[in-house]
């Protein structure tokens, strides 16, 4: 199983950016995949995620109307459309993965640093 997360950068507050996730090794059906982000000094907490059997979505209350998540079968890849970007949006986002009926994701790509400057 590899997941490789792609795409973070420094922009301006209000800007955009766009993370990948390529997946590999693995049958997406029965899986949920994740962004969780870790902030120097916070918990890892989970941004978003999508079933790539149903396309269900998770967004944490902090990013909802703002980042979007989404996957491209073709390519296997998950993508995290983050628009209107704050600065206490600046962290370290990983991507990861997790069977759809086990509550523990267990399968992690490496991360890709975010910065928002004001």
């Known amino acids: 199983v590899q997941l490789q997360a792609s795409g973070g950068g420094l922009v301006q507050a209000g800007g955009s950016l766009r993370l990948s996730c390529a997946a590999s090794?693995?049958?997406?059906?029965?899986?949920?995949i994740g962004w969780f982000r870790q902030a120097p000094g916070k918990e890892r907490e989970l941004v978003a995620d999508?079933?790539?059997?149903?396309?269900?979505?998770y967004y944490a209350e902090s990013v909802k109307g703002r980042f979007t998540i989404s996957r491209d079968n073709a390519k296997n890849t998950v993508y995290l459309q983050m628009n209107s970007l704050k600065p206490e949006d600046t962290a370290v986002y990983y991507c990861?993965?997790?069977?759809?009926?086990?509550?523990?994701?267990?399968?992690w790509g490496q991360g890709t640093q975010v910065t928002v400057s004001s």
């Open positions: 999508i079933s790539w059997s149903s396309g269900s979505t």
């Open positions: 090794g693995f049958t997406l059906d029965y899986y949920r």
């Open positions: 990861a993965a997790r069977l759809r009926y086990r509550p523990e994701y267990d399968h």
